[in-house]
């Protein structure tokens, strides 16, 4: 494992006790790492806590490592999983993500799993995706597809957080919320 996602992953471990159960959580790599997640959450308010738990670089065989006590122990109901960019020479990806997906899904049953899909056109982007969509159920296990471009870095992450927000909610919105997401 490499010393950034021990140092992280070990982190994350030693804060486990002030995360409250049963909330939101996104475990990713690189991508989900710098997303500024928690810029948009302070503009909103959500039923639950959102709490992200990516590292960047992480690999699929890193996160299988640290997925019990990075995510599991902390038991939320929403998993949101972005993996896979920093996997393309690895052969097991897919088979490592499933085996990702088969502990938190027996581990916490009732939990929802939502598989975000990589970003771009390159053959092993387009594998990948087709790959871990053939994993989803659209019942326990769903697939989301982030828009992939925008005229500003700014607009796009606006963007992606909108798409991600209608997943962070317990409740419909409401007229006044979808307006006030919309600026």
């Given at each position: 494992m490499?010393e950034?996602?021990k140092?992280?992953?070990n982190?994350?471990?030693?804060?486990?006790?002030?995360?409250?159960?049963g909330?939101?959580?996104?475990?990713?790599?690189t991508?989900?790492?710098?997303?500024?997640?928690?810029?948009?959450?302070?503009?909103?308010?959500?039923?639950?806590?959102?709490y992200n738990?990516?590292?960047?670089?992480?690999?699929?065989?890193?996160a299988l490592?640290?997925?019990?006590?990075?995510?599991?122990?902390?038991?939320?109901?929403?998993?949101?999983?972005?993996?896979?960019?920093?996997?393309?020479?690895?052969i097991?990806?897919?088979?490592?993500?499933?085996?990702?997906i088969k502990?938190?899904?027996?581990?916490?049953?009732?939990?929802?799993?939502?598989?975000?899909?990589l970003?771009?056109n390159?053959?092993?982007?387009?594998k990948?995706n087709a790959?871990?969509?053939s994993?989803?159920?659209?019942?326990?296990?769903?697939?989301?597809?982030l828009?992939?471009s925008?005229?500003?870095?700014?607009?796009?992450?606006?963007?992606?957080f909108?798409?991600?927000?209608?997943?962070?909610?317990?409740?419909?919105?409401?007229?006044?919320?979808?307006?006030?997401?919309?600026?």
């Amino acid at each position: 494992m490499k010393e950034n996602v021990k140092l992280s992953a070990n982190a994350m471990i030693g804060i486990n006790d002030l995360i409250l159960k049963g909330e939101i959580v996104l475990f990713g790599s690189t991508y989900m790492a710098k997303f500024p997640l928690y810029e948009f959450i302070n503009k909103h308010h959500f039923e639950n806590a959102v709490y992200n738990r990516s590292i960047a670089g992480l690999t699929t065989s890193e996160a299988l490592e640290i997925v019990q006590d990075c995510i599991i122990s902390i038991r939320p109901s929403k998993i949101f999983i972005a993996l896979g960019e920093e996997d393309e020479n690895n052969i097991d990806t897919i088979k490592q993500y499933n085996q990702i997906i088969k502990r938190i899904q027996f581990a916490l049953p009732k939990s929802k799993i939502y598989l975000i899909c990589l970003q771009g056109n390159t053959p092993y982007v387009e594998k990948f995706n087709a790959n871990i969509l053939s994993l989803c159920d659209n019942k326990k296990i769903r697939n989301i597809r982030l828009v992939s471009s925008s005229s500003t870095e700014a607009n796009l992450y606006k963007m992606q957080f909108k798409q991600l927000s209608c997943f962070f909610r317990d409740k419909p919105l409401t007229m006044v919320e979808a307006f006030a997401m919309a600026d």
